[in-house]
């Protein structure tokens, strides 16, 4: 198996760039226009100025100007702080795969490794979190499952009383959960179980549908697969998932 992770930047605990928000950097950068760097980035103008103002809000100081003067009449290009964002980021996301091929070949990984391989044999589920348990409690007939994802979310899942003594889970308790992509739909903004906000990173449609891929902080990347007649969201957008605890399915490590 390869190993594979995500980079994402955050300052005084607020999300900073990923490689999203990077990218439109970079093209604001190569084209000298926001309009024409969204475009290039696979978002709306709207998206992309969203997302220069979260990373502005982030740092404290602006990472993109207005340009004055010119044979085009200026434009819109990175400030230095700008500049040094998307240097940084470059350089610590070489030394980011430089560190998993060096943990891909680390032999004391490959029982995890082999775990990992199997439940990907045996299972069509395209979501399949690592999670710990922090609470089981007890209901009329099932248990509610309180889960923490690698990334810090939550997530609760509801099995039967017989399935959560099989497997055997009490707090600490390491467990697979394992979501299909039509289970995740987009949710309303405001707290509830189970809402995972992300950042959307890629969106495909097709005549039967659209599959949205969604980073959450620090955490994995989700795949939902949403019906054509929904608003969709555009790449770089700030969304929440959200799924029934009941269709959430547990698999002891």
């Known amino acids: 198996m390869k190993l594979e992770g ?3 930047f955050a300052h005084e605990g607020q999300n900073l760039a990923g490689q999203g928000r ?10 000298g226009s926001i309009s024409k760097a969204a475009k290039a980035a696979g978002m709306s103008y709207k998206t992309a100025w969203d997302a220069v ?6 740092t404290g100081s602006p990472l993109v100007e207005r340009s004055v003067g010119g044979k085009g009449g200026g434009g819109t290009r990175l400030t230095a702080k700008g500049e040094e964002l998307v240097a940084a980021f470059l350089r610590y996301q070489q030394e980011h795969e430089q560190f998993l091929a060096r943990l891909a ?5 490959e ?3 082999q775990v990992m391989q199997r439940l990907r044999l045996r299972t069509s589920a395209r979501n399949q979190l690592y999670a710990r348990v922090v609470r089981v409690e007890p209901l009329a007939l099932n248990d509610r499952i309180s889960l923490q994802l690698d990334g810090g979310q939550p997530l609760v899942a509801l099995i039967t009383r017989t399935s959560s003594e099989r497997l055997n889970l009490s707090a600490g ?3 697979f959960a394992l979501i299909k992509a039509p289970w995740l739909c987009l949710a309303a903004t405001g707290p509830g179980d189970n809402r995972l906000d992300g950042q959307v990173t890629q969106l495909a449609q ?3 549908g659209a599959e949205l891929q969604v980073q959450l902080p620090d955490g ?7 019906r054509q007649d929904q608003a969709l969201p555009s790449a770089g957008e700030e969304v929440s998932l959200w799924v029934e605890p009941e269709q959430i399915i547990l698999c002891a490590v």
């Open 173 to 175: 308790s390491e467990v």
């Open 111 to 113: 029982p995890y490794l």
């Open 220 to 226: 994995p990347v989700l795949v939902a697969s949403l």
């Open 6 to 8: 995500q980079l994402w």
């Open 53 to 58: 103002d979260a990373m502005n809000k982030a």
């Open 105 to 109: 070949e680390d032999t004391s990984l």
């Open 206 to 208: 097709s005549e039967h």
């Open 22 to 31: 990077i990218e439109l950097l970079q093209q604001i950068a190569d084209t």
